[in-house]
C-alpha cells in the first residue's frame, strides 16, 4: 500500500528484490520512478520515490568540558575587575515575554548558591511581561553582604505593538540612566524629568555586557515585529560599542533528545538549526550563541545544568571584563 513507511536496523534489505537501503525510516510513494539523491535525505529504489528522516543526532559540533565544572565555578567565584572603577559587571538581559530572563537569573544564583533559589519572580502562564520593573541583582557570595563582582539587570520583556518595554529605555537603561524600581509604561519612554532617570551616569551605572535571551522552542515563531525591536536593541548596543551574545532557553522542550540527556545538547542538529536561525535573524554571531536550560522542576542542582550555564557565564565574564578595559 502507497505510501508507506518502513522501520529496519538492517544495512541492507530488499522488499520484493525491488530496493535496498541502510536507513532506519523510509516513507515511500509511487509519485516518482527513479532517485539518485541520497545525500539530501532520499535514496535510489525501483518503483518507488523514497525519503527518510534526518537523524536527530549528529557528530558534536561543539566541544564542552562535562564533568568539569569545578573549573568554570572556580573562574567565576575568582572573578574581579580589574578597572578599580568599577565595582561589578552589569549583565543585562534582554528578549521576548517569557523567553526565560528571570529563569536564567535564578539559575546562575542557584549553580553559585548550591541551592535551587527563586529570587528573580518568574511566571510560567501570563502571555504578558511577568517583570515590569528594571531590577538589579547581586549573586551573593559566601556570607550574607558579600556579592560576586558582577550582576544582572532584569526588564520587562518585549511584545507586540505597544505592549512591553520599549526599545528606548533599553537603551537609556544600557547608558545607565534608568534607576533600580523604575516601573516600565509601554506607551511612553522615561523623561529626564521622572524620579527614576539618572542624570549623572557613572561606570557602575551602565550597562556592560548585553544578553538577549531567545526560547529555543519559539525561536522561529516570534513575530517580525518583535525581531525588530530586538534587532533595533542591537545596534544601539552597537553603537556605544557593548559586548553582546545570546542564550537559547527552553533547550529541553525544542528537543527530545536534550530532554532525554542533557548532554547531547551540542549533538542535536534541531538545536544547530535553530541557533543558525537566530545568527541570520539578529546577526548574532554563532560563537556568541549558548544554549542553556534553566531550572524548572529540579529542586536539586545539577551539575550538567551548570555546566552549560556556566559557560554562557564565563564568556559574559570575559566580554564585559574586555570592555571595562578598554574604555
Keep these: ?19 535496498r537501503t541502510g536507513h532506519s525510516s523510509l516513507k515511500f510513494s509511487r509519485s516518482k520512478s527513479l532517485l539518485a539523491l ?3 535525505g532520499t535514496t535510489e529504489v525501483m518503483g518507488g520515490w523514497f525519503s527518510f528522516s534526518s537523524p536527530p543526532l549528529i557528530e558534536e559540533w561543539r566541544k564542552i568540558p562535562w564533568g568539569q565544572k569545578e573549573r568554570d565555578l572556580q573562574y567565576v567565584e575568582d572573578y574581579q575587575p580589574h578597572n578599580d572603577d568599577l565595582k561589578q559587571l552589569r549583565i543585562l538581559l534582554y528578549g521576548p515575554t517569557g523567553s526565560g530572563k528571570s529563569s536564567f537569573i535564578n539559575s546562575v544564583d542557584s549553580l553559585l548558591r548550591g541551592k535551587i533559589t527563586g529570587r528573580a519572580l518568574a511566571d510560567a502562564v501570563s502571555h504578558e511581561s511577568f517583570t515590569t520593573e528594571y531590577k538589579t541583582y547581586k549573586i551573593q557570595k559566601g556570607e550574607p553582604g558579600t556579592f560576586h563582582s558582577f550582576a544582572f539587570t532584569d526588564i520587562m520583556g518585549l511584545e507586540k505593538s ?5 526599545v528606548e529605555d533599553i537603551k537609556q537603561a544600557m547608558r545607565g540612566h534608568i534607576k533600580d524600581g523604575y516601573n516600565f509604561k509601554p506607551h511612553s519612554t522615561i523623561s529626564e524629568d521622572d524620579p527614576s532617570y539618572n542624570k549623572t551616569a557613572a561606570l557602575n551605572d551602565k550597562v556592560h555586557v548585553l544578553v538577549c535571551v531567545i526560547p529555543a522552542s519559539t525561536v522561529n515563531l ?7 525591536k530586538m534587532r ?3 545596534l544601539g548596543a552597537r553603537d556605544m560599542r557593548i559586548p553582546q551574545l545570546a542564550i537559547l532557553t ?5 528537543c527530545p533528545e ?38 524548572h522542576s529540579e ?15 564565563r564568556r559574559m565574564i570575559d566580554f564585559g571584563e574586555d570592555f571595562v578595559n578598554n574604555l
Excluded at 500500500?1 to 530496493?19: A, E, G, K, L, V
Excluded at 527552553?250 to 525544542?254: L, S, V, Y
Excluded at 529542586?299 to 557565564?313: F, K, V
Design 1 to 19: 500500500m502507497w505510501p508507506q513507511t518502513i522501520h529496519t536496523s538492517t544495512q541492507h534489505w530488499t522488499d520484493n528484490n525491488n530496493y
Design 38 to 40: 541520497l545525500s539530501t
Design 162 to 166: 505597544d505592549k512591553g518595554v520599549g
Design 222 to 228: 516570534l513575530s517580525a515585529e518583535t525581531m525588530k
Design 232 to 234: 533595533d536593541v542591537r
Design 250 to 254: 527552553k533547550i529541553d522542550e525544542a
Design 258 to 295: 536534550v530532554k532525554r540527556d542533557i548532554r547531547n545538547v551540542y549533538m542535536s542538529k534541531s538545536l544547530k538549526t535553530k541557533m543558525e536561525e537566530l545568527n541570520v535573524s539578529l546577526g548574532i554571531p554563532l560563537n556568541c550563541i549558548f544554549p542553556v536550560k534553566n531550572y
Design 299 to 313: 529542586i536539586y542542582t545539577d551539575d550538567d545544568i551548570d555546566t552549560l550555564t556556566l559557560s554562557a557565564l
